[in-house]
């Protein structure tokens, strides 16, 4: 009986939350958009308040000078707000991990870890090479204007940030396949 | 890591799809571990061997150091 309730301790204790590989996008019937969005919807929320806090308060719009006026804590809740959003889609990406199958956990946890890790130093350069002119190469070449990188940028971070993650999904998950 | 799970899983006609939803893991899991791409951890490892009513050292194998 004991050997029973045993086996079913360790058989039993089913922990599989199915991620969303990025090669899957490419592939309807496997793709669950519901799965993203229920893992990611503070992270599309921290993206769009951030760029709404960008275009509303630090473009070039009339309402920047008004802003300016406005006292310093609403101000300081503004700008942190889009910072709070990307701390709860932390911990919403935690709890998903902790669902997960172990080699997926460990192939989305090394994603992670490489997008993090390539995201600061592309901030951390990018001063650097801004310095030495790819800007404004840049700038000449494509028409694109890369100004909004000078300083950290928090939608634009957490682009790159997904962007790199799902580089690095692919060259770890070829690895186990 | 060597181990005996491709057999194992032959020997009861199971394929990798069963043998995975049996342990609450993924396929690619089962085919990471079957391949020796992948080390399970010590609890599925212990699940593994509850499985098959086997011991642990009887399905995987430590290779040289």
Not at chain 1, 1 to 10: C, G, N, P, Q, V
Not at chain 1, 68 to 87: F, N, S
Not at chain 2, 25 to 51: C, G, H, M, W
Request: neutral net charge.
């Amino acid at each position: 009986m004991l050997d029973i309730m045993t086996s079913m301790l360790y058989i039993g204790s089913v922990m599989n939350n199915k991620p969303n590989d990025p090669e899957e996008l490419f592939h309807p019937k496997k793709y669950c958009l519901w799965t993203d969005v229920k893992v990611n919807y503070w992270l599309f929320f921290a993206v769009f308040v951030g760029a709404a806090n960008d275009l509303l308060f630090h473009s070039h719009l009339p309402l920047q000078d008004d802003y300016q006026t406005w006292p310093v804590g609403l101000r300081t809740v503004i700008e942190l707000v889009p910072l709070l959003a990307a701390l709860l889609w932390t911990r919403n990406l935690a709890r998903w991990m902790q669902g997960m199958d172990e080699l997926q956990r460990r192939i989305t946890l090394g994603a992670w870890l490489f997008g993090a890790a390539a995201t600061l130093g592309v901030l951390s350069l990018w001063p650097l090479l801004d310095g030495a002119g790819v800007s404004a190469a840049l700038l000449q070449a494509t028409k694109f204007h890369l100004e909004a990188l000078d300083k950290p940028n928090f939608p634009v971070t957490l682009c790159m940030l997904c962007i790199f993650y799902v580089l690095g999904h692919f060259i770890l998950n070829r690895r186990y396949k | 890591m060597k181990n005996k799970l491709r057999e194992l899983r032959a020997a009861k006609a199971w394929s990798q799809a069963d043998l995975a939803d049996q342990l609450g893991v993924s396929r690619q899991t089962v085919n990471a571990i079957e391949t020796e791409k992948y080390d399970p951890s010590l609890p599925l490892a212990f699940k593994v061997a509850r499985l098959f009513k086997l011991k642990i050292e009887e399905i995987f194998e430590l290779g040289p150091d």
